[in-house]
């Protein structure tokens, strides 16, 4: 799911097509899947330290980051540069494992966060997660290129047994 | 040698001798400027250019300067006035020539150093020197050097560069 | 008046009838002192005694007052504003007959006495004024004198110097008065030339008598005078060489005529006397001043006796060329040593740093330039050398001697373009055996000059001169 | 002497009460054009010898000169042009090789003026660059297939920092860097003009064939250093000296054909530069007598980075030729970090006419193609691209981005920065504007302040123009716009052209 239009589609798509995706749709939302795909799965990069390239933070606060995460940080940056999303959008991935939330870097796009015991919302507006759970434990707007990640924790789920999934939130992302 | 480092703080003419290309335009600049019209087609054809330019260039093969009046800060030219025409102003440190007092004697061409003070038989022979364009933003050889060889700027002249 | 009542305030305090820097003369050595003395000293007091009745005057510009393209007003270098802006007790008419070396005093010919505890002696030059035989025209007519000196030359008519402005003023009416067609100059040398320039520009002929085998003969040799003299001669001007006055013939009070060595006798209605100056130091008694020829000086312009310093025309400073003290009376030296003697006189420690002998005179529009040892034929030491470019036809000659690859004289006449570039090489002593082939050409300039001392002058850098 | 049938190309027309007879002009000109007769206190030109450098105009304190082609007519013939009839009228005059300075001037297509570039409206915003940061931090060098992390209980971090030994890059702080171009063939103070602009703006200039002068030991930093088949200057010092080596196999003048560089202007200064004695005419031999395959190339690739220890990228420079892109792919292959293919219309000091205007494909198609070929290789992310020949504008710059550069080599746009008139007479080392030319009288003209202070401006401007057009797009970093054809469109191009370059028509939506 995804709101807004992908400037960098061109590159994304250049960069993906390089790894065999086929890129048919006919819409540019296809590229972030297939990217999140090649990211995560093809190249093993792990889901929290995905937002450092898709919304790679900005070169002036790279160069104020410490060394160790700037060496990082800079690494990806040099061989994932045509996988940077650039232009506005927020997105949503998921499958059984995670939800995974993440908005374009300069924040052009509204992204809204809530959590309820082991529940998480995400959506462009709060009124529509306040319409689903009026009172959430807490409720955050994500800065730009600050992901929201919930990696369904299997041990717990198996115990409800009612087909709830329950979300183990300590998962944080890499900060920077 | 005159250039004592002068009690008067000025800004003065400096050349980068590698970067003077022989052209001219000072010369021609500095006597557009002293003429009447101050026209530079009208200075050259009405004032048959008897104008004399205030710098002087001199060439021998690539190389090649233009030099003009260093306004000594213990100026000789001002030591052997006779008649007092040659002064060194005491707030701006620029040496000047006032025609009306000169007589025209040369004892100012007989002790500059520099060789940059001219006879000008044009009016009434008087000495003709560099006024350092008081009245300009920038003296205008500097303005018009092609290649920025001449430059104009406060240099404390007794720090060894 | 102003200027009194501002000196009385200052210097309650001291003995004020003692006078901080007094200063005899009121010229080029004197100005220049004085100036420099305030520029230390912002209120010891100062007070400069001229003899003469004129504010100020530059005795160069004499001759551009006869020929009057210069007026009295113009022919002051320092204006009325100069002495009130730097404090200066300026007296004129006041003649000092005397200096008392041990009392530090001095009396004025009007008696007066002045203590003063630093004094600068200025007080220039003399005319020489050479005993010539007199007698009456012929016609036995009884003359009061038989001879003219130095004592007696002012009241004959038609005898003058031309060392005063008030010798220029006598002449100028003199010759208003008396239609003077040829004025006959004894001694052709400096100021006999000088005297020529302005008479010829006035359109009067000129009988030049000099001594020596050519005009200029101190600082011009034979082809440079040959220039000079060839010009003058064809004015219709004479020029009388290996020559003097035997005789002069005075009638009615006026000089008349006169008679030359070689037995010519000439009519003649002016005569100027021109034939050199001797420094001016009769006041001076008592024998503690150590004079030569003129006061002998050190570096910092100090006489042989504590706080009497002098300088200019009447000094004996330090010649670069002959390495020794020589009397070189001319108007840029006196203005330095008069800077460095009011430095010193105030407590500074200027130094002075030697002069040479250099002289510019314009000539029926030949402009000419000459400065140190020029004139070397005679004492021609084995490392001289002499370069010479000699054009009769467009009136260009241009020498330069060289001693030990130093140039030490240098003649210019017809062109005198960029000739300080010569003056810098003698007085820094600028090594140019490097560039020998050019240093005579006749567009000479800073290029050819040897790399070092050609940086220095171009970019400031190479050698600190 | 037999009649010479070339008539002179320009027309000199002095306005005659505009000139003062100031004789500037008869200074200026290093080809005798003007000459100055005291009698008439009149300037006569002989327009024969002009070459259009438009010196003497420039210099004319009144403006009073003129330089115009003087296009004296032959009957019309749509075969036999102008050009070829000037060219059999000199070639019988000399019977050498003709030859000229700069890059192709034939009116083959220019594919940067087909191509137009997008903008967003409404569906997504564009960035202000005033407002926003803009992004245009390019790096060069050989990229990893994938980057390997370990964990790391450092406290600033929450467990991960980087494993793999990333491969050394170049940092540009604009996606454009000064292409080669010898000390020997421009001046001294064109190259210190050339370097002090690169490192004062943080990007880098190349050394071309000439070397290293030990002027410019001080800007070693931002220095990319050629190695050519000459081997000019070459030793384990000067490898070491620059930040990256650039193996030089062609130039987009002269794709086949070695360097020749006259045996007059190699000075003393030159000579010890490239390490040849001074006066021997410098012939860089085409191909490098060391590699006749691609397998040398990557013994040399290897050579060169064993030499400098692993220590700065090393690349290949070639000239865009018809199947540049399987020869890129080799290239890549070989081990080299970057490629910069250098186009059709590149320039050159001095090469045979026939083989600068008719051998060699335009940039954009090669860099198109090149692209294409990595890409379905799937190791364009191996090795940079750098274009080069000829790029006009930041424009070109962007276009050339968007076809799949990583970077951009302009070295004609630094030259006419400096002062160049494109006269296209380089070789005859009489550069009026003091750049290609070694005689002191000229270089003088080029005072390097001025000349690193316009090439800084060159540079700031076209940055400003990139940013401008990046934010115009909606794109805030370079790297989105890097093979990012979605942004091209082609105008007046056929189906064909299209189809290389990998763009639609204008008109077009994606």
């Known amino acids: 799911m995804h709101n807004g239009e992908i400037s960098s589609y061109g590159t994304n798509k250049r960069f993906v097509s390089g790894f065999g995706y086929e890129c048919t749709l006919s819409t540019d939302t296809e590229v972030i899947a297939y990217l999140f795909d090649l990211i995560a799965r093809k190249q093993k990069i792990d889901i929290r330290m995905i937002h450092l390239i898709l919304a790679s933070p900005l070169w002036q606060e790279i160069e104020r980051m410490p060394r160790d995460n700037k060496e990082l940080v800079k690494a990806l940056r040099i061989l994932y540069g045509s996988a940077l999303i650039n232009g506005p959008f927020s997105i949503i991935v998921g499958n059984t494992g995670f939800m995974y939330a993440l908005n374009d870097r300069i924040k052009l796009r509204p992204l809204v966060a809530a959590r309820k015991n082991d529940y998480l919302f995400v959506s462009s507006e709060e009124a529509s997660i306040r319409k689903v759970c009026p009172s959430p434990d807490i409720l955050w707007h994500p800065d730009g290129g600050e992901p929201v990640i919930g990696i369904v924790n299997k041990k717990v789920a198996g115990k409800k047994g009612d087909g709830t999934r329950s979300v183990k939130l300590d998962d944080q992302p890499v900060k920077v | 040698m005159p250039e004592r480092p002068g009690e008067v703080k000025m800004k003065k003419i400096y050349i980068q001798e590698e970067y003077c290309i022989g052209c001219r335009l000072c010369e021609i600049y500095c006597q557009v400027k002293h003429s009447k019209s101050k026209k530079i087609i009208k200075a050259y054809r009405e004032e048959l250019i008897d104008v004399l330019p205030r710098v002087l260039v001199e060439e021998i093969g690539y190389n090649s300067f233009a030099i003009q009046c260093r306004h000594c800060a213990d100026a000789p030219c001002v030591a052997a006035c006779i008649s007092g025409a040659m002064q060194k102003n005491k707030n701006t440190g620029v040496v000047t020539c006032d025609e009306d007092k000169c007589v025209g004697c040369w004892s100012c061409i007989m002790v500059c150093p520099y060789g940059v003070i001219r006879r000008d038989l044009s009016g009434k022979k008087i000495a003709s020197k560099c006024d350092l364009c008081v009245d300009e933003e920038i003296p205008v050889c500097v303005k018009n050097c092609p290649n920025e060889a001449l430059k104009f700027i406060e240099k404390d002249e007794n720090e060894k560069n | ?465 | 002497m037999a009649l010479k049938l070339n008539q002179s190309e320009f027309i000199i027309e002095r306005d005659e009460n505009k000139c003062i007879s100031c004789q500037v002009c008869v200074r200026q000109c290093s080809n005798d054009v003007h000459e100055y007769d005291s009698e008439g206190d009149m300037i006569y030109s002989d327009s024969l010898k002009c070459v259009g450098c438009h010196r003497c105009e420039s210099l004319c304190p009144t403006g009073a000169l003129k330089i115009k082609e003087r296009k004296s007519q032959f009957r019309t013939n749509y075969n036999w042009s102008a050009s070829h009839l000037r060219d059999i009228y000199r070639q019988a005059d000399s019977g050498g090789v003709l030859l000229t300075g700069m890059g192709c001037d034939k009116p083959y297509t220019v594919y940067w003026d087909r191509i137009l570039f997008n903008a967003s409206q409404v569906t997504n915003p564009s960035i202000d660059p005033l407002r926003e940061p803009m992004e245009i931090k390019t790096f060069i060098g050989r990229k990893p297939d994938r980057l390997e992390f370990k964990s790391s209980r450092s406290s600033k971090n929450t467990g991960v920092r980087l494993k793999t030994k990333m491969s050394p890059q170049l940092e540009l702080s604009t996606p454009i860097m000064f292409s080669a171009m010898s000390y020997g063939s421009i001046s001294l103070n064109a190259c210190r003009s050339l370097a002090a602009a690169a490192s004062q703006f943080g990007t880098y200039y190349n050394t071309g064939e000439g070397g290293m002068h030990k002027d410019l030991y001080e800007y070693a930093k931002n220095t990319i250093i050629q190695v050519a088949s000459g081997r000019f200057g070459v030793d384990a010092d000067y490898l070491n000296k620059g930040s990256a080596v650039e193996i030089k196999i062609g130039q987009g003048a002269k794709p086949g054909i070695g360097g020749h560089l006259p045996g007059e202007k190699v000075t003393k200064d030159i000579s010890n530069t490239r390490m040849i004695p001074e006066g021997t005419d410098a012939l860089s031999p085409a191909p490098h007598h060391d590699i006749y395959s691609i397998e040398d190339l990557a013994q040399l690739i290897n050579a060169l980075k064993e030499a400098t220890d692993w220590s700065k990228p090393v690349g290949v420079k070639v000239s865009a030729v018809h199947n540049i892109a399987p020869i890129a792919s080799g290239i890549v292959r070989a081990g080299a970090d970057f490629i910069a293919i250098d186009g059709l219309r590149g320039g050159t000091g001095a090469a045979p006419q026939i083989i600068r205007d008719n051998v060699g494909i335009p940039i954009e198609l090669a860099v198109a193609s090149v692209d294409e070929r990595l890409r379905e290789e799937g190791i364009r992310h191996k090795a940079s691209i750098i274009a080069g020949g000829s790029i006009r504008s930041s424009s070109d710059a962007i276009k050339a981005i968007a076809l799949g550069a990583d970077a951009v080599y302009i070295a004609t746009a630094a030259l006419i920065a400096m002062g160049c008139h494109l006269c296209q007479k380089c070789y005859t080392g009489k550069c009026n504007w003091g750049i290609a030319t070694q005689d002191p009288y000229l270089t003088k003209r080029l005072n390097p302040e001025i000349g690193t202070r316009r090439l800084l401006n060159l540079l700031r401007s076209w940055s400003l123009e990139i940013k401008e057009m990046l934010g115009g797009a909606g794109i805030n970093a370079i790297e989105s716009l890097k093979g990012n054809r979605e942004h091209l469109r082609g105008i007046g191009l056929n189906d064909r052209e299209l189809e290389v370059l990998g763009i639609k028509h204008a008109g077009e939506a994606w």
Request: hydrophobic content about 40%; charged content about 25%; overall charge positive.
């Open chain 3, 1 to 465: 008046m102003k200027k009194t009542k501002m000196i009385r305030k200052n210097n309650t305090k001291k003995n004020n009838k003692l006078i901080d820097y007094v200063i005899i003369g009121n010229s080029a050595a004197g100005l220049a002192a004085a100036e420099s003395i305030r520029e230390l000293d912002k209120t010891g007091k100062i007070t400069v005694l001229s003899e003469e009745e004129h504010l100020n005057y530059s005795k160069p510009m004499i001759t551009y007052f006869l020929t009057g393209s210069v007026d009295l007003k113009r022919i002051s270098f320092k204006d009325r504003e100069f002495y009130r802006v730097n404090n200066i007790d300026i007296r004129i008419n006041t003649r000092v007959k005397s200096v008392d070396t041990d009392k530090m005093s001095l009396t004025v010919e009007d008696g007066s006495r002045i203590g003063f505890r630093k004094l600068l002696i200025a007080s220039g030059g003399k005319p020489i004024i050479p005993r010539i035989r007199a007698a009456g025209a012929g016609s036995g007519e009884a003359v009061s004198f038989n001879a003219v000196d130095s004592m007696n030359y002012k009241k004959i008519g038609g005898i003058s110097t031309l060392a005063t402005l008030r010798d220029a003023i006598r002449i100028k009416d003199y010759l208003k008065k008396n239609s003077v067609k040829r004025i006959s100059i004894l001694g052709g040398g400096l100021i006999g030339l000088k005297a020529a320039e302005a008479f010829l520009d006035m359109g009067i002929d000129i009988n030049i008598i000099e001594l020596a085998d050519r005009v200029l003969s101190a600082t011009f040799d034979r082809q440079a005078s040959g220039i000079i003299e060839e010009k003058i001669k064809s004015r219709g001007s004479k020029i009388y060489k290996n020559n003097t006055i035997e005789e002069v013939y005075i009638t009615k009070g006026n000089i008349s005529g006169y008679r030359l060595n070689d037995g010519r006798k000439m009519e003649c209605r002016l005569l100027v006397i021109a034939v050199g100056v001797i420094p001016n130091t009769g006041f001076i008694y008592g024998g503690k001043v150590k004079i030569k020829r003129g006061i002998l000086v050190d570096d910092r312009m100090q006489t042989s006796v504590k706080n009497i310093y002098a300088a200019g025309d009447v000094a004996e400073g330090l010649d670069i060329l002959l390495k020794e003290n020589k009397n070189i009376a001319i108007w840029p030296l006196a203005v330095m040593q008069g800077a460095v003697a009011g430095n010193n006189m105030a407590g500074g420690n200027k130094k002075y740093s030697g002069g040479f002998f250099m002289n510019s005179v314009e000539i029926l529009q030949i402009p000419s330039i000459s400065m140190g040892l020029t004139v070397i034929e005679d004492k021609r030491e084995k490392d001289m050398e002499v370069l010479k470019d000699f054009n009769p036809v467009k009136h260009i000659y241009k020498k330069i001697v060289i001693r030990n690859s130093r140039i030490i004289g240098v003649i210019l006449v017809g062109n005198i373009e960029r000739a300080g570039i010569y003056a810098g090489l003698i007085r820094n002593e600028i090594d140019i055996s490097s560039v020998r082939e050019n240093i005579s050409r006749e567009n000479f300039g800073i290029i050819h000059l040897p790399a070092d001392y050609k940086k220095h002058l171009v970019v400031g850098e190479g050698i600190e001169v």
